[in-house]
T-cell receptor
Framework: DGGITQSPKYLFRKEGQNVTLSCEQN?????MYWYRQDPGQGLRLIYY???????QKGDIAEGYSVSREKKESFPLTVTSAQKNPTAFYLC?????????????FGSGTRLTVV | SQELEQSPQSLIVQEGKNLTINCTSS?????LYWYKQKYGEGLIFLMM?????EEKSHEKITAKLDEKKQQSSLHITASQPSHAGIYLC??????????FGKGTKLTVNP
């Protein structure tokens, strides 16, 4: 079955460490997105990519980095520059000009700083 | 400022009661999506609305997009405990990106 796989489901990070969250899709979707969710804040866009080797900053990109070397993969690195990384992270994908087809979401990664 | 305003923030209802959640934008919505989320899990797609005046239903959930395409409502009829969760509206307000409201937490008491 097609879908988006995020891993790991839970991740713990020590202060000053970089960690990478994985997002893989086999839907042949062009665009991929990373969102951060905090209690009471809804989802906020971190980065998005519409094509391989290209990506754009979202509303809260500071302290994060991404790459898009393959169409199927869009990993997110939470760097030590992100001062408050504890949150729930969601990856999504869509066809370009998705209007009709919508967005598909992964099951999320919960990151905790210890 | 929040581009999509959702109300109410939380809602507690007795099983069997009807309820409505609203999603309002100051800009024209080109695609309005409703998702449901269980705590700590991904988003489950419910419905998408594109045309002004459009209305869609799935089981006991109905969503409408007003004629001006700036407000949507999600209505649940005869709520059940299985309806509990966080309901999020998302919209294509800016080109090629989906923005979200802050969500409505629904509790259904048996």
């Amino acid at each position: 079955d097609g879908g988006i796989t995020q891993s790991p489901k839970y991740l713990f990070r020590k202060e000053g460490q970089n960690v990478t969250l994985s997002c893989e899709q086999n839907l042949n979707h062009d665009a991929m997105y990373w969102y951060r969710q905090d209690p009471g804040q809804g989802l906020r866009l971190i980065y998005y990519s519409q094509i391989v080797n290209d990506f754009q900053k979202g509303d809260i990109a500071e302290g994060y980095s991404v790459s898009r070397e393959k169409k199927e993969s869009f990993p997110l690195t939470v760097t030590s520059a992100q001062k408050n990384p504890t949150a729930f992270y969601l990856c999504a994908s869509s066809l370009l000009y998705s209007g009709v087809y919508g967005y598909t979401f992964g099951s999320g990664t919960r990151l905790t700083v210890v | 400022s929040q581009e999509l305003e959702q109300s109410p923030q939380s809602l507690i209802v007795q099983e069997g009661k009807n309820l409505t959640i609203n999603c309002t934008s100051s800009k024209t919505l080109y695609g309005l999506y409703w998702y449901k989320q269980k705590y700590g899990e991904g988003l489950i797609f419910l419905m998408m609305l594109q045309k002004g005046g459009e209305e869609k239903s799935h089981e006991k959930i109905t969503a409408k997009l007003d004629e001006k395409k700036q407000q949507s409502s999600l209505h649940i009829t005869a709520s059940q405990p299985s309806h509990a969760g966080i309901y999020l509206c998302g919209a294509d307000i800016r080109a090629e990106k989906l923005v979200f409201g802050k969500g409505t937490k629904l509790t259904v008491n048996p």
